[in-house]
Every structure is written in structure tokens, then in C-alpha cells.
């Protein structure tokens, strides 16, 4: 289950911006497939303004070609690829309305994971971040931990589902009665 089926499943109308395919669901309001990170970030500026919650699980990259190539590049000896940034999104984002909230993910290979995560739901603007180490993709069950401005409470070995309605959970207490 995505955290997408989750909040359908919950009843809040979702439109899911993807690069993977997302399973038909009839409690999703609107799936938009993006390649690119610039994609990503055109569909979210354009759904953000009607949105009361972002939930941002990755960035599609943070760096791209500075010069994408367009054709086939042939193999002749060595090969530098030149770098540059993409932009961050959610530190970019302006929030439309007061009440509107942003819950964003911290991947982090440092044993100060905790640390990383704080300073960017700070630097981000966050209202929440789950914080996760590399060693967690594909894994049927996470470690991860929820940060909030007041809070930092550890999950161990939680399915997806589980980990689906604790981010529910928390959109809800952020979110206030509606």
C-alpha cells in the first residue's frame, strides 16, 4: 500500500505527483506521472495553492545534468559528466494559507541521523520529517523516526502499512478537526 492509498483510504482526497506508477484506486482524486524533477516541481506548485497537506517522500534527484544529452552518448574513452543542483522543493514552497501543513523524509547515512533530520524540518519549514537511513529501501520493515518541532518519536521494525497509518495519524494531529 502507498502512503497514497493510505490517506485515500482515510478519506482525504489525494492527488498523487509520481515517478512510479501508482494502482488504480477509485479514493484517488488525481495521479500526475513526472519523469524530472523540474516536472515534479511544476505539478506541486500547481496542486499546492488548493492543498491543505504535502507529504514529500523523495525528490526525483538532487542533481541534474548540467547539459543533458539528447542522444546516445558513445563510449570513447573517459567521460566527464558535469553536475548541478535541482531545486529544492520544499524549502522553495510558500505556504498559501496559514493552515496548510508540509511533511517531508530525511535519508541520511550519518549516525547523527536524528541531527540531520532536525536541522532540515527547521531549515525546511517544515511541520514534521521522517527520518530513515539508506539501509531501509525495499525493506518490508522500517526503523524511522518522526520529528516535529515539540516531538522525536522512534519506530522500529514497522511494516509499510503500519508506517501508511502512523503518517495518517500524524496528518491528522497536524491537521486538526476538519
Not at 21 to 41: C, Y
Amino acid at each position: 500500500m502507498t502512503l497514497s492509498h493510505a490517506f485515500a483510504l482515510s478519506g482525504a482526497e489525494v492527488v498523487a505527483v509520481s515517478t512510479v506508477p501508482i494502482s488504480a484506486n477509485p479514493h484517488i482524486s488525481k495521479v500526475i506521472p513526472v519523469n524530472t524533477s523540474s516536472e515534479l516541481q511544476s505539478a506541486i506548485e500547481t496542486e499546492w495553492p488548493s492543498a491543505d497537506l504535502l507529504i514529500m517522500p523523495a525528490a526525483v534527484s538532487d542533481f541534474r545534468p548540467a547539459t543533458p544529452s539528447y542522444e546516445k552518448i558513445k563510449r570513447q574513452g573517459q567521460f566527464t559528466l558535469e553536475l548541478i543542483p535541482t531545486d529544492d522543493i520544499l524549502q522553495t514552497l510558500t505556504r498559501h494559507r496559514p493552515n496548510q501543513k508540509m511533511i517531508g523524509f530525511c535519508l541520511s547515512d550519518s549516525h547523527e541521523l536524528t541531527q540531520v533530520a532536525t536541522e532540515k524540518l527547521y531549515r525546511k519549514n517544515l511541520d514534521a520529517i521522517v527520518a530513515n537511513h539508506p539501509d531501509q529501501f525495499g525493506a518490508d520493515r522500517r526503523n524511522f523516526e518522526v520529528i516535529t518541532a515539540t516531538d522525536a518519536t522512534p519506530y522500529r521494525d514497522r511494516s509499510l502499512v503500519e508506517m501508511a497509518a502512523i503518517l495518517v495519524t500524524l496528518a491528522d494531529s497536524l491537521l486538526g478537526p476538519h
